[in-house]
Nanobody
Framework: QVLLVESGGGLVQTGGSLRLSCAAS????????MGWFRQAPGKEREFVAGIPWNGVSTTYGDSVKGRFTISRDDAKYTVYLQMNSLKAEDTAVYYC?????????????????WGQGTQVTVSS
């Protein structure tokens, strides 16, 4: 069983930045794609960003392109989400997830392990 633990959420003003971290419990991390998703109140969970096992060809949801950056540190079994130019509509619970594959794609069905989530609130 892989455990994923997110951290770094909090309250930030519009235009500000936050960096989320997600630490995995096993070195399986090194051969799996990773993703970030988010869920706002009353809305379905949506894809935010994905990164393959080798860190190449990252993908992003349309609403965060150019503002968010996903990265990974295999030595620390950790994936990051750098969030800049935050908007009120970025307010949500953010989840990291580990893919069954090496890819890190956009579909939730690709992911078999999920973190508990971390709250991000952007005040206007």
């Amino acid at each position: 069983q892989v455990l994923l633990v997110e951290s770094g959420g909090g309250l930030v003003q519009t235009g500000g930045s936050l960096r989320l971290s997600c630490a995995a419990s096993e070195r399986t991390f090194r051969v799996r794609g990773m993703g970030w998703f988010r869920q706002a109140p009353g809305k379905e969970r949506e894809f935010v960003a994905g990164i393959p096992w080798n860190g190449v060809s990252t993908t992003y949801g349309d609403s965060v392109k150019g503002r968010f950056t996903i990265s990974r540190d295999d030595a620390k079994y950790t994936v990051y989400l750098q969030m800049n130019s935050l908007k009120a509509e970025d307010t949500a619970v953010y989840y990291c997830a580990m893919s069954r594959t090496v890819r890190g794609g956009q579909k939730e069905s690709e992911y078999d392990y999920w973190g508990q989530g971390t709250q991000v609130t952007v005040s206007s």
